[in-house]
């Protein structure tokens, strides 16, 4: 099992930039796929970026603004987020996989962490 706590959500206007950070403890961080999640209000839980256990391979939803990285020596994930708007407005979640290979599938991974709000007003 992997311990997650995210943090770096706030209340931001449209336009700016916010990174999010993971960390993790439990299991071997390297060996874990991680990927972030968002959920708004009245909507499904959707991934918004997703990076393998070397931090070689990553996948995208939301391109171009967003940037997903990993320090394995720290047990940590980042999202950076650019340009925010309004829709971005969302819990933002972390997840790990228990295997280091990347995957797009929300069911794939077991190990979620608490969530941090992200507000953005226009």
């Known amino acids: 099992q992997v311990q997650l706590v995210e943090s770096g959500g706030g209340l931001v206007q449209a336009g700016d930039s916010l990174r999010l950070s993971c960390a993790a403890s439990g299991r071997t961080f390297s060996r874990c796929a991680m990927g972030w999640f968002r959920q708004a209000p009245g909507k499904e839980r959707e991934l918004v970026a997703a990076i393998s256990g070397s931090g070689g391979i990553t996948y995208y939803s939301v391109k171009d603004r967003f940037t997903i990285s990993r320090d394995n020596a720290k047990n940590t994930v980042y999202l950076q987020m650019n340009s925010l708007k309004p829709e971005d407005t969302a819990v933002y979640y972390c997840?790990?996989?228990?295997?280091?290979?990347?995957?797009?599938?929300?069911?794939?991974?077991?190990?979620w962490g608490q969530g941090t709000q992200v507000t953005v007003s226009s």
């Open positions: 997840a790990a996989r228990a295997s280091a290979t990347i995957s797009p599938h929300l069911y794939e991974y077991i190990d």
